[in-house]
C-alpha cells in the first residue's frame, strides 16, 4: 500500500505541478512538487520506523518513536524552510504538496467504498448504458 499511495501521491503532484508551471504559475508548481516529494520521504520513514517498535521493550519503543517524529519533523521543516527564504517556491502550495500523501490517502478511502459499488452494480447488470433495472 505504500509504495500505490506514495507513486499515486507524486504521479498527481507532478502532474499538476507541471499544468501550474506551463501555466505561468511556476513557484506553486514547483512548491507542490517540492512538497510532495517530502511528504513521500515522510510516509516512507514512518514505514520504516514502525515495524522496528514493534517487540521492542516499552523503553526502546518509546525512543525509537520519538526519534522517529524528531527526525521526520526535522526533514518536513526543509521543504517550508526552502518556500520560506526562497521565491521560487509558493509556501502555500508547499503545504499543500506535503499533505498530498494524506490527502491521496484519504481520497482512496472515501473513493474506493462509492465507487467499489458502483462497479459492482456495473459488473451485475443493474447499471448499463445509463439505465437501472
Request: charged share 15%; proline share 3%.
Given at each position: 500500500m505504500?509504495?500505490?499511495y506514495?507513486?499515486?501521491?507524486?504521479?498527481?503532484?507532478?502532474?499538476?505541478?507541471?499544468?501550474?508551471?506551463?501555466?505561468?504559475?511556476?513557484?506553486?508548481?514547483k512548491?507542490?512538487?517540492?512538497g510532495?516529494?517530502?511528504?513521500?520521504?515522510?510516509?516512507?520513514?514512518?514505514?520504516?520506523?514502525?515495524?522496528?517498535?514493534?517487540?521492542?521493550?516499552?523503553?526502546?519503543?518509546?525512543?525509537?518513536?520519538?526519534?522517529?517524529?524528531?527526525?521526520?519533523f526535522?526533514?518536513l521543516?526543509?521543504?517550508f524552510?526552502?518556500?520560506?527564504?526562497?521565491?521560487?517556491?509558493?509556501?502555500?502550495a508547499?503545504?499543500?504538496?506535503?499533505?498530498?500523501?494524506q490527502?491521496?490517502?484519504?481520497?482512496?478511502k472515501?473513493?474506493?467504498?462509492?465507487?467499489?459499488?458502483?462497479?459492482?452494480?456495473?459488473?451485475?447488470?443493474d447499471i448499463?448504458?445509463?439505465?437501472?433495472?
Amino acid at each position: 500500500m505504500q509504495k500505490k499511495y506514495c507513486t499515486l501521491a507524486l504521479l498527481l503532484a507532478s502532474a499538476a505541478g507541471l499544468v501550474l508551471i506551463v501555466g505561468g504559475f511556476r513557484p506553486l508548481g514547483k512548491g507542490l512538487i517540492l512538497g510532495a516529494i517530502f511528504s513521500v520521504i515522510n510516509f516512507v520513514l514512518l514505514g520504516l520506523a514502525l515495524p522496528a517498535r514493534i517487540g521492542a521493550s516499552r523503553r526502546k519503543a518509546s525512543f525509537i518513536a520519538f526519534g522517529s517524529l524528531a527526525g521526520r519533523f526535522l526533514i518536513l521543516a526543509i521543504p517550508f524552510v526552502a518556500a520560506i527564504k526562497s521565491d521560487t517556491f509558493n509556501l502555500i502550495a508547499t503545504v499543500a504538496g506535503v499533505f498530498m500523501v494524506q490527502a491521496v490517502i484519504m481520497i482512496h478511502k472515501v473513493a474506493n467504498p462509492v465507487l467499489g459499488s458502483f462497479y459492482k452494480k456495473i459488473r451485475s447488470g443493474d447499471i448499463s448504458h445509463g439505465r437501472t433495472r
